[in-house]
Nanobody, 122 residues
Framework: VQLQASGGGLVQAGGSLRLSCEASGTFRSIKTMGWYRQAPGDQRELVAVVTAGGTTNYADSVEGRFTVSRDNAKNTVLLQMYRLEPEDTAVYYC?????????????????WGQGTQVTVSS
């Protein structure tokens, strides 16, 4: 299983960016998909996640500015970011909890994408 993230880049404060992440490989289903971020010197933190049924959860700092969505048919999760602030500067990682087939049933495992840089200038 691989998660391939794209998007990100450099934008001025107040601008917008969109991140995309696609899961590929052999698996039964994807339970949750989402985004985390890590700024220099900080721990990785939750940005937003979405379940297979469409339930979302956001960090307080991005609520109302970011929108997470997924396309289950394409195994893709999107993060649309509006009104970006310099404090949003970080490496953004997509994540997915995936159900894998095994010889005796299934098991869940967490996967991470390679990270994509988002830089917001003031």
């Amino acid at each position: 299983v691989q998660l391939q993230a794209s998007g990100g880049g450099l934008v001025q404060a107040g601008g917008s960016l969109r991140l995309s992440c696609e899961a590929s490989g052999t698996f039964r289903s994807i339970k949750t998909m989402g985004w985390y971020r890590q700024a220099p010197g900080d721990q990785r933190e939750l940005v937003a996640v979405v379940t297979a049924g469409g339930t979302t959860n956001y960090a307080d700092s991005v609520e109302g500015r970011f929108t997470v969505s997924r396309d289950n048919a394409k195994n893709t999760v999107l993060l649309q970011m509006y009104r970006l602030e310099p404090e949003d500067t970080a490496v953004y990682y997509c994540s997915a909890r995936i159900t894998l087939p095994t010889t005796w049933g299934t098991r869940e495992s967490d996967y991470w994408g390679q990270g994509t840089q988002v830089t917001v200038s003031s």
